[in-house]
C-alpha cells in the first residue's frame, strides 16, 4: 500500500461489547527513550536537526503500536496475517516499527518510482456501512448504547477505516465515562484523517483533560504521551500551526524536558514572535533551563522583541493578551540571572516609563547611573534641563513606580555599586511605616531579595526589620509561608548579631522546611566547627556530608528558582508523603531548653509507637492480618530511632546508617567549586575527629562474609532505651527482619540484621548468635545461596567451629532452593579447604589427642563431587572412610564419586570403578537396612541402590529395587523419619513406568501408572 492510509487502524477489543474480550491488549505508548530530556542549549542547531528525525520515529512507533493492537483484532475474524512481534535482534531500547511504516512518516525518505507520497483518500463507505451507521445513529440517540457499541463493532469488523464509526463509537464511551476507551477510539480516528489537524489538537486536549489534578505517576504519564503523539502528528500535517506548537511545548513542559519544549517555543516564536502567551511560557521553562544563563538569554531575546514592536506600534495589545507590569517583571528576573546589574535597571526604567505613558521623555537615558527620574519631588529632576514639571502628572514617577520595582532599582544599584542611588530607594521602602503591610502584601519576595542584600552589606539589623516585615504579611494573608531561604538569611543575621542560639533554630527550621536544603547545612555546620566540645565536630561533618550528597544526587540539576509571579505559597503534601527524606536530623547543641524540648518530642513518639506495636502484635497473634501494616510502620520508626542514636554505634558504622559512606574526594575533578570547598572542609572536619572517624569512608559491605571488627567501647550504657530493655529491642529488630524478608524484601531485612549486629549494645556472644540465625531464616526464606554461605562461615569460623557448625553449613545450603553456585564457588571451597589444614595442624600439634572431623571432609568431598572432580573428591572421602569406616553417608558418597567417575568418557579400567561402586554402595546398603528407624530410611536404601542400577544401565537389577520401594509402602508403617517425611514411592513409580515404556510394556506402565501415581 501507499500510505500510513494503508494500515488498517488499531482497535481495542474490550472497546467492542461482546466481541472476544480475551484479545490480549498491547501495550501501551512509549516514546522514544533515546530522547536526551536534559538538553544543553550550546548544541541547538544539531540537537534541533536530530529532534525532528526523533519525532517521526517516536510517531512512527506510536503508530505501528496501534497497527498492531488492529490486526490482533481483525485477524481474529478475517483470519488475515498480523505483523509479527520483534524478533531477538530487535534492541529493546529502540521502538519497534514494520518495515512498511518507516517510509509513510515524514518525507526524509526515498520516493517509489511513479507512486505519490501521503496517504491516500478512504474508501467511500458502502450502502451497508451507511445503512448500519444510520441504525447506530439512532439507536444513540434513544441511549441504547450496548446496541450502538454491538452495530458499530459489526461495522469496524467489516471495515475498519470507517471514520465515523470510531468517532460514534468514542462519543459513547465518554457518555459511559470510560474515558480511556473512549480516548483510543479517537486516536483510531485521528489515524484514518491524518491531515485534520483540528481533530488532532481537540483529541490531545480531551487526553489532557483533568491531568493537572492527577497525581504524579503511570496515569498522569500515559495521558502526557498520547497528548505528545497527537500534537506531533498534527506538526506532521501542519508545522505553521501555532497551537500544535505550543501544545507540544506544554506537554513536554509537564513531562519535566524543560530543553526540548524551550526548543518548540523558539519555533513557535518564529511563526509568531508576538505572540504574548508563547512569550510567557518561554520565559517560565527558561527558569527551569540546565543552563539558566543560556534560558535566560533566549528569553530576554524573545521579550525585547516583543517590546520593541509594541512600543513602534504604540500599543500594549500584543496577540493573546496584553503588555502589563506582570510581565516586566519577568523580563528583569533574566538580568539578575546574567547579573547585568546596570542592563536590568536601565530596562526597568525604560520599560516602566513606557508602561506610564511617559515613552517620548527619552532624555532620561542620558541619567544612566542616576534614579532621579523616579523620585518622589522634583527636587532633582529640575535639574535636567529637558524636564517639564507640568507636563505629565506626578503619579506617573515615582509615586506610580510599584513598590517591588523599586527594591529591584535598589537591588541592582547596590550590586552595581551604586550605594548613594540604592539607599534613595531604600529610603522610601519603610518596612517599619503604618502602610508597610499594604504596601507589600501583593509582592511580599521582594522583602527578601531587600534583606540579602543589605546582610551582603552586614546590615544585619536593618535586614531583620524587612524580614519581620515578611512575617507580618505572612501571618496576615495565609496564603504564603516563611521558605527555608528567609530562614537561612535570617539565620546568618543572627549570627552577625552574635546571637547563635537564635541561628541555630533558624538553620534546624530551615532544614526541616526543605529536606534538601545545601546552605541551611553549610551554615549550621559552620557554627558548630567552631565549638570546642567533640560533639560540635561531630555534628559538622554529618551535617557538610549530608550538603555533599544532595549536591552529588542533584547532578548539576538547578533548583527552581523563585519566580516574578507572586508569592510562594505553603506545600500541601499529597496522601503518602513522608515527612523526612533523611536518617539524620540536626540535633541542637548550643540551646539547651530547646534539645531538652526535642527529646521529650522523640521520647513521646516512641512511647506511642511502641504501645502500636504491642498493639499490633496482639492482633497478629489472635489472627489479624490486618494489623501487619500498623505493625511494620511502627516497628521501623522505632528501630530508626534506635539507629540514630549515636551512643549505640561506632563512628563509622553511625555514617554509614546516615547514608554518607562514600566522601566526596572521590568525586571527579569537574565538580563545582561549592563541592570542592564543602569536601575540603568535610576533610578538615574529619582530621579532627575521633581516629576510627577515618575509616568511614571505606565502610565494610553488608553481607556477613565479613566480621563486626572490635567495637567501640561504651562508658556507660542506660539500662533501657526510650523506657524499652535492650533485649525487647534486639527481638524487635529480628522480628521486623524476618517479616521483611517475608514479604519479599530481603535487602532492606539484611541491613537490619546488619544494624543490629553492629551495635555495640549487643555484643556477647549469645546476642551475635541470635542475630545470625535471624540473618540466616532470612536468606533460607529469600533463597539466598549467597547469605546462606556467608552466615555459616560466621558459624564455622567466629562462634564455635566443629561439627554442629559443618552441619549447619551443609543444612543450609541444602534447603536453599537454588542451584549450588555458591556452594561450590571458590570463596567456599577456599575456606572449607583452609579449615581442613587448620585441623589437620592443630591435629598434629596435640599428637592425634584433638582427632579429625569427618563430617568436614566430607563436606569438601562433596564440594568437590559437586564440580564433578571425583578424583579428588574421592580423596576426601577415603580419609573420612578411614576415621569412620561405617558411616553411611560416607560409604553412599564414596560409590557414587566411584560411580560417576567409571561414567566419564576418560576414566581409566572403568569396571575396577564399578566393582569399587557398587561394593561401597551395598556396605551402605546393609548398613542402612540394619540401623534404619523406620520405613522411610529403608525406601532410601532401595531407592539409591535402584538409581545406581539405572545409571549404569541395568534396568532389571534396578527394577528389583524399585520394587522393594513399592513393597515396603503396601507393606504400611510410619513413613516419617527424625528429620521429616521421606516417601519415595512416587519416585520410585515413575521410573518403573518410564522403564517399562522404553521397554515397550505399555501395559506395565498403565498399571504403574494407575496404581501408584494417581494423586
Given at each position: 500500500?501507499?500510505?500510513m492510509?494503508?494500515?488498517?487502524?488499531?482497535?481495542?477489543?474490550?472497546?467492542?461489547?461482546?466481541?472476544?474480550?480475551n484479545?490480549?491488549?498491547?501495550?501501551?505508548?512509549?516514546?522514544?527513550d533515546?530522547?536526551?530530556?536534559?538538553y544543553d542549549?550550546?548544541?541547538?542547531?544539531?540537537?534541533?536537526?536530530?529532534?525532528?528525525?526523533?519525532?517521526?520515529?517516536?510517531?512512527?512507533?506510536?503508530?505501528?503500536?496501534?497497527?498492531?493492537?488492529?490486526?490482533?483484532?481483525?485477524?481474529?475474524?478475517?483470519?488475515?496475517?498480523?505483523?509479527?512481534?520483534?524478533g531477538?535482534?530487535h534492541?529493546?531500547?529502540?521502538?519497534?516499527?514494520?518495515?512498511?511504516?518507516i517510509?509513510?512518516?515524514?518525507?526524509?525518505?526515498?520516493?517509489?518510482?511513479?507512486r505519490?507520497?501521503g496517504?491516500?483518500?478512504?474508501?467511500?463507505?458502502?450502502?451497508?456501512?451507511?445503512?448500519?451507521?444510520?441504525?447506530?445513529?439512532?439507536?444513540?440517540?434513544?441511549k441504547?448504547?450496548?446496541e450502538t457499541?454491538?452495530?458499530?463493532?459489526?461495522?469496524?469488523?467489516?471495515?475498519?477505516?470507517?471514520?465515523a464509526?470510531?468517532?460514534?463509537?468514542?462519543?459513547?464511551?465518554?457518555?459511559?465515562g470510560?474515558?480511556?476507551?473512549?480516548?483510543?477510539?479517537?486516536?483510531?480516528?485521528?489515524?484514518?484523517?491524518?491531515?485534520?489537524?483540528?481533530?488532532?489538537?481537540?483529541?490531545a486536549?480531551?487526553?489532557?483533560?483533568?491531568?493537572?489534578?492527577?497525581d504524579?505517576?503511570?496515569?498522569?504519564?500515559?495521558?502526557?504521551?498520547?497528548?505528545h503523539?497527537?500534537?506531533?502528528?498534527?506538526?506532521?500535517?501542519?508545522?505553521?500551526?501555532?497551537?500544535?506548537?505550543t501544545g507540544?511545548?506544554?506537554?513536554?513542559?509537564?513531562q519535566?524536558?524543560?530543553?526540548l519544549?524551550?526548543?518548540q517555543y523558539?519555533r513557535a516564536?518564529?511563526y509568531?514572535?508576538?505572540?504574548?502567551?508563547?512569550?510567557r511560557?518561554?520565559?517560565?521553562?527558561?527558569?527551569d533551563?540546565?543552563d539558566a544563563?543560556?534560558?535566560?538569554?533566549?528569553?530576554?531575546?524573545?521579550?525585547?522583541?516583543?517590546?520593541?514592536h509594541?512600543?513602534?506600534?504604540?500599543?500594549?495589545e500584543?496577540?493573546e493578551?496584553?503588555f502589563?507590569w506582570s510581565?516586566?517583571?519577568?523580563?528583569?528576573?533574566?538580568?539578575?540571572?546574567?547579573?547585568?546589574?546596570r542592563?536590568?535597571?536601565?530596562q526597568?526604567?525604560?520599560?516602566?516609563?513606557?508602561?506610564?505613558?511617559?515613552?517620548?521623555?527619552?532624555?532620561?537615558?542620558?541619567?544612566?547611573d542616576?534614579?532621579?527620574?523616579?523620585?518622589?519631588?522634583?527636587?532633582?529632576?529640575?535639574e535636567?534641563l529637558?524636564?517639564e514639571?507640568?507636563?505629565?502628572?506626578?503619579?506617573?514617577?515615582?509615586?506610580g513606580?510599584?513598590f517591588?520595582?523599586?527594591?529591584?532599582?535598589?537591588?541592582?544599584?547596590?550590586?552595581?555599586?551604586?550605594?548613594?542611588?540604592?539607599?534613595?530607594?531604600?529610603?522610601?521602602?519603610?518596612?517599619?511605616?503604618p502602610?508597610a503591610?499594604?504596601?507589600?502584601?501583593d509582592?511580599?519576595?521582594?522583602?527578601?531579595?531587600?534583606?540579602?542584600?543589605?546582610?551582603?552589606g552586614?546590615n544585619?539589623?536593618?535586614?531583620?526589620?524587612?524580614?519581620?516585615?515578611?512575617?507580618?504579611?505572612?501571618?496576615?494573608?495565609?496564603?504564603?509561608?516563611?521558605?527555608?531561604?528567609?530562614?537561612?538569611?535570617q539565620?546568618?543575621c543572627?549570627?552577625?548579631?552574635g546571637?547563635?542560639a537564635?541561628?541555630?533554630?533558624?538553620?534546624?527550621?530551615?532544614?526541616e522546611?526543605?529536606?534538601?536544603?545545601?546552605?541551611?547545612?553549610?551554615?549550621?555546620?559552620n557554627?558548630?566547627e567552631?565549638?570546642?566540645?567533640?560533639?560540635g565536630?561531630?555534628?559538622?561533618?554529618?551535617?557538610?556530608?549530608?550538603?555533599?550528597?544532595?549536591?552529588?544526587?542533584?547532578?548539576?540539576?538547578?533548583?527552581?528558582?523563585?519566580?516574578?509571579?507572586g508569592p510562594?505559597?505553603?506545600?500541601?503534601?499529597?496522601?503518602?508523603?513522608?515527612?523526612?527524606k533523611?536518617?539524620?536530623?540536626?540535633?541542637?547543641?548550643?540551646?539547651?531548653e530547646?534539645?531538652?524540648?526535642?527529646?521529650?518530642?522523640?521520647?513521646a513518639?516512641?512511647?506511642?509507637n511502641?504501645?502500636?506495636?504491642e498493639?499490633?502484635?496482639?492482633?497478629?497473634?489472635?489472627?489479624?492480618?490486618?494489623?501487619r501494616?500498623t505493625w511494620?510502620?511502627?516497628?521501623?520508626?522505632?528501630?530508626?530511632?534506635f539507629?540514630s542514636f549515636?551512643?549505640?554505634?561506632?563512628?563509622?558504622?553511625?555514617?554509614?546508617?546516615?547514608?554518607?559512606?562514600?566522601?566526596?574526594?572521590?568525586t571527579?575533578?569537574a565538580t563545582?567549586?561549592?563541592?570542592?570547598?564543602?569536601?575540603?572542609?568535610a576533610?578538615?572536619?574529619?582530621?579532627?575527629l575521633?581516629?576510627d572517624?577515618?575509616?568511614?569512608?571505606?565502610?565494610?559491605?553488608?553481607?556477613?562474609?565479613?566480621?563486626?571488627?572490635?567495637?567501640?567501647?561504651?562508658?556507660?550504657?542506660?539500662?533501657d532505651?526510650?523506657?524499652?530493655?535492650?533485649?525487647?529491642?534486639?527481638?524487635l529488630?529480628?522480628?521486623?527482619?524476618?517479616?521483611?524478608?517475608?514479604?519479599?524484601?530481603?535487602?532492606?531485612?539484611?541491613?537490619?540484621?546488619?544494624?543490629?549486629?553492629d551495635?555495640?549494645?549487643?555484643?556477647?556472644p549469645?546476642?551475635?548468635?541470635?542475630i545470625?540465625?535471624?540473618?540466616?531464616?532470612?536468606?533460607?526464606?529469600?533463597g539466598?545461596?549467597?547469605t546462606?554461605?556467608?552466615v555459616?562461615?560466621?558459624?564455622?569460623?567466629d562462634y564455635r567451629p566443629?561439627?554442629?557448625?559443618?552441619?549447619?553449613?551443609?543444612?543450609?545450603?541444602?534447603?536453599c532452593?537454588?542451584?549450588?553456585?555458591?556452594?561450590?564457588?571458590?570463596?567456599?571451597?577456599?575456606f572449607?579447604?583452609?579449615q581442613?589444614?587448620?585441623?589437620?595442624?592443630?591435629?598434629?600439634?596435640?599428637?592425634?589427642e584433638?582427632?579429625?572431623?569427618?563430617?568436614?571432609?566430607?563436606?569438601?568431598?562433596?564440594?568437590?563431587?559437586?564440580?564433578?572432580?571425583?578424583?579428588?573428591?574421592l580423596?576426601?572421602?577415603?580419609?573420612a572412610?578411614s576415621?569412620?569406616?561405617?558411616?553411611e553417608?560416607?560409604?553412599?558418597?564414596?560409590?557414587?564419586?566411584?560411580?560417576?567417575y567409571?561414567l566419564?568418557?576418560?576414566?581409566?579400567?572403568?569396571?575396577?570403578?564399578?566393582?569399587?561402586?557398587f561394593?561401597?554402595?551395598?556396605?551402605?546398603?546393609?548398613?542402612?537396612?540394619?540401623g534404619?528407624?523406620g520405613?522411610?530410611?529403608?525406601?532410601e536404601?532401595?531407592?539409591n541402590?535402584?538409581?545406581?542400577y539405572?545409571?549404569?544401565?541395568?534396568?532389571?537389577?534396578?527394577?528389583?529395587?524399585?520394587?522393594?520401594?513399592?513393597?515396603?509402602?503396601?507393606?504400611?508403617?510410619?513413613?516419617?523419619s527424625?528429620?521429616g517425611?521421606?516417601?519415595?514411592?512416587?519416585?520410585?513409580?515413575?521410573?518403573?513406568?518410564?522403564?517399562?515404556?522404553?521397554?515397550?510394556?505399555?501395559?506395565?506402565?498403565?498399571?504403574?501408572?494407575?496404581r501408584?501415581?494417581?494423586?
Amino acid at each position: 500500500m501507499d500510505s500510513m492510509m494503508d494500515i488498517d487502524t488499531p482497535v481495542d477489543p474490550r472497546l467492542t461489547g461482546g466481541i472476544d474480550m480475551n484479545i490480549p491488549r498491547p501495550a501501551p505508548m512509549q516514546l522514544d527513550d533515546g530522547i536526551d530530556y536534559d538538553y544543553d542549549y550550546d548544541d541547538a542547531a544539531s540537537e534541533a536537526a536530530s529532534n525532528a528525525s526523533s519525532d517521526d520515529l517516536e510517531l512512527a512507533a506510536n503508530i505501528a503500536r496501534y497497527d498492531a493492537q488492529r490486526e490482533a483484532f481483525v485477524s481474529q475474524h478475517r483470519g488475515a496475517p498480523h505483523y509479527p512481534p520483534p524478533g531477538p535482534h530487535h534492541h529493546h531500547h529502540q521502538p519497534y516499527v514494520p518495515s512498511d511504516i518507516i517510509h509513510k512518516v515524514g518525507n526524509r525518505t526515498k520516493t517509489t518510482k511513479g507512486r505519490k507520497l501521503g496517504p491516500r483518500k478512504a474508501a467511500k463507505p458502502t450502502p451497508d456501512i451507511l445503512f448500519r451507521l444510520s441504525l447506530a445513529k439512532e439507536a444513540f440517540e434513544r441511549k441504547d448504547y450496548d446496541e450502538t457499541i454491538a452495530i458499530v463493532s459489526e461495522i469496524i469488523r467489516i471495515n475498519s477505516e470507517t471514520y465515523a464509526a470510531w468517532t460514534l463509537l468514542s462519543t459513547v464511551h465518554d457518555e459511559l465515562g470510560d474515558r480511556q476507551k473512549a480516548l483510543t477510539c479517537m486516536l483510531s480516528a485521528a489515524l484514518l484523517v491524518p491531515k485534520n489537524v483540528p481533530y488532532w489538537i481537540s483529541t490531545a486536549l480531551y487526553a489532557l483533560h483533568g491531568v493537572e489534578d492527577m497525581d504524579d505517576g503511570p496515569d498522569k504519564d500515559e495521558a502526557l504521551r498520547h497528548a505528545h503523539m497527537c500534537y506531533s502528528c498534527a506538526l506532521l500535517a501542519d508545522k505553521t500551526n501555532i497551537e500544535a506548537r505550543t501544545g507540544k511545548a506544554d506537554v513536554m513542559m509537564m513531562q519535566g524536558r524543560a530543553g526540548l519544549a524551550l526548543i518548540q517555543y523558539q519555533r513557535a516564536l518564529s511563526y509568531k514572535p508576538l505572540n504574548i502567551r508563547t512569550v510567557r511560557n518561554t520565559a517560565d521553562v527558561a527558569l527551569d533551563c540546565k543552563d539558566a544563563r543560556k534560558g535566560a538569554e533566549v528569553a530576554m531575546k524573545a521579550y525585547r522583541y516583543l517590546i520593541d514592536h509594541l512600543q513602534a506600534a504604540g500599543t500594549f495589545e500584543a496577540e493573546e493578551g496584553r503588555f502589563e507590569w506582570s510581565d516586566l517583571r519577568i523580563y528583569l528576573e533574566f538580568f539578575g540571572i546574567l547579573e547585568q546589574w546596570r542592563e536590568g535597571a536601565q530596562q526597568l526604567k525604560e520599560v516602566a516609563r513606557w508602561l506610564m505613558g511617559r515613552r517620548d521623555e527619552a532624555f532620561w537615558e542620558n541619567y544612566a547611573d542616576d534614579d532621579r527620574e523616579w523620585d518622589l519631588y522634583d527636587t532633582r529632576r529640575v535639574e535636567a534641563l529637558e524636564f517639564e514639571p507640568a507636563r505629565y502628572p506626578q503619579d506617573t514617577y515615582g509615586d506610580g513606580l510599584p513598590f517591588d520595582l523599586r527594591a529591584k532599582l535598589y537591588v541592582y544599584r547596590c550590586k552595581a555599586g551604586l550605594n548613594y542611588e540604592g539607599m534613595m530607594h531604600l529610603a522610601l521602602l519603610n518596612p517599619t511605616a503604618p502602610t508597610a503591610v499594604d504596601d507589600f502584601i501583593d509582592f511580599p519576595d521582594c522583602l527578601k531579595d531587600i534583606a540579602n542584600t543589605l546582610l551582603e552589606g552586614e546590615n544585619a539589623e536593618r535586614a531583620l526589620e524587612y524580614i519581620g516585615l515578611y512575617r507580618q504579611i505572612a501571618d496576615v494573608s495565609g496564603d504564603i509561608s516563611v521558605d527555608a531561604d528567609l530562614l537561612v538569611t535570617q539565620g546568618r543575621c543572627h549570627i552577625i548579631l552574635g546571637d547563635k542560639a537564635a541561628a541555630e533554630e533558624c538553620f534546624i527550621a530551615a532544614i526541616e522546611d526543605d529536606q534538601d536544603h545545601i546552605e541551611a547545612r553549610v551554615q549550621l555546620a559552620n557554627m558548630y566547627e567552631g565549638e570546642e566540645v567533640q560533639e560540635g565536630r561531630e555534628e559538622a561533618f554529618l551535617l557538610v556530608r549530608q550538603a555533599l550528597n544532595l549536591e552529588l544526587r542533584a547532578d548539576g540539576k538547578p533548583r527552581r528558582r523563585r519566580g516574578p509571579y507572586g508569592p510562594r505559597k505553603p506545600r500541601e503534601k499529597k496522601d503518602g508523603q513522608t515527612a523526612r527524606k533523611s536518617n539524620y536530623m540536626p540535633r541542637r547543641l548550643l540551646n539547651a531548653e530547646k534539645r531538652k524540648q526535642q527529646e521529650l518530642e522523640l521520647q513521646a513518639v516512641a512511647t506511642k509507637n511502641y504501645q502500636l506495636v504491642e498493639e499490633a502484635k496482639a492482633r497478629l497473634d489472635a489472627g489479624d492480618e490486618t494489623a501487619r501494616n500498623t505493625w511494620m510502620t511502627a516497628a521501623k520508626d522505632l528501630l530508626d530511632d534506635f539507629r540514630s542514636f549515636k551512643e549505640f554505634y561506632p563512628w563509622d558504622k553511625y555514617i554509614r546508617y546516615l547514608g554518607y559512606g562514600e566522601t566526596a574526594d572521590s568525586t571527579n575533578t569537574a565538580t563545582p567549586a561549592r563541592n570542592t570547598k564543602l569536601a575540603a572542609m568535610a576533610a578538615r572536619l574529619q582530621s579532627h575527629l575521633a581516629p576510627d572517624a577515618a575509616d568511614a569512608a571505606h565502610p565494610d559491605t553488608t553481607s556477613p562474609n565479613h566480621p563486626p571488627g572490635p567495637k567501640m567501647p561504651v562508658k556507660t550504657l542506660p539500662p533501657d532505651h526510650r523506657g524499652i530493655p535492650f533485649s525487647t529491642w534486639l527481638d524487635l529488630f529480628l522480628s521486623y527482619a524476618l517479616a521483611l524478608a517475608h514479604s519479599g524484601h530481603r535487602h532492606e531485612a539484611y541491613i537490619v540484621c546488619h544494624a543490629a549486629r553492629d551495635s555495640v549494645v549487643w555484643s556477647a556472644p549469645d546476642h551475635t548468635f541470635l542475630i545470625h540465625i535471624a540473618w540466616a531464616s532470612c536468606a533460607i526464606h529469600a533463597g539466598d545461596e549467597e547469605t546462606c554461605v556467608a552466615v555459616a562461615r560466621y558459624f564455622m569460623r567466629d562462634y564455635r567451629p566443629g561439627t554442629d557448625a559443618y552441619r549447619m553449613f551443609a543444612a543450609m545450603c541444602r534447603v536453599c532452593q537454588t542451584p549450588v553456585s555458591w556452594y561450590t564457588s571458590g570463596p567456599a571451597q577456599k575456606f572449607i579447604l583452609r579449615q581442613i589444614k587448620t585441623m589437620d595442624n592443630i591435629h598434629t600439634r596435640t599428637r592425634g589427642e584433638i582427632g579429625l572431623d569427618v563430617c568436614l571432609l566430607t563436606i569438601y568431598g562433596h564440594i568437590l563431587f559437586s564440580t564433578t572432580s571425583y578424583v579428588y573428591a574421592l580423596s576426601y572421602f577415603a580419609r573420612a572412610a578411614s576415621l569412620d569406616p561405617r558411616n553411611e553417608l560416607v560409604n553412599l558418597s564414596t560409590g557414587l564419586a566411584y560411580l560417576h567417575y567409571a561414567l566419564k568418557r576418560q576414566a581409566t579400567n572403568r569396571q575396577y570403578l564399578l566393582v569399587q561402586a557398587f561394593a561401597f554402595l551395598m556396605r551402605y546398603y546393609e548398613d542402612r537396612l540394619a540401623g534404619a528407624r523406620g520405613m522411610g530410611e529403608r525406601m532410601e536404601a532401595h531407592f539409591n541402590v535402584a538409581r545406581a542400577y539405572s545409571l549404569v544401565g541395568l534396568g532389571n537389577l534396578a527394577v528389583v529395587y524399585y520394587r522393594r520401594v513399592l513393597e515396603e509402602a503396601e507393606g504400611g508403617g510410619e513413613v516419617g523419619s527424625p528429620v521429616g517425611r521421606e516417601d519415595l514411592v512416587v519416585e520410585a513409580a515413575y521410573n518403573v513406568r518410564t522403564m517399562c515404556y522404553l521397554l515397550g510394556d505399555v501395559e506395565g506402565a498403565r498399571v504403574v501408572t494407575e496404581r501408584w501415581m494417581v494423586l
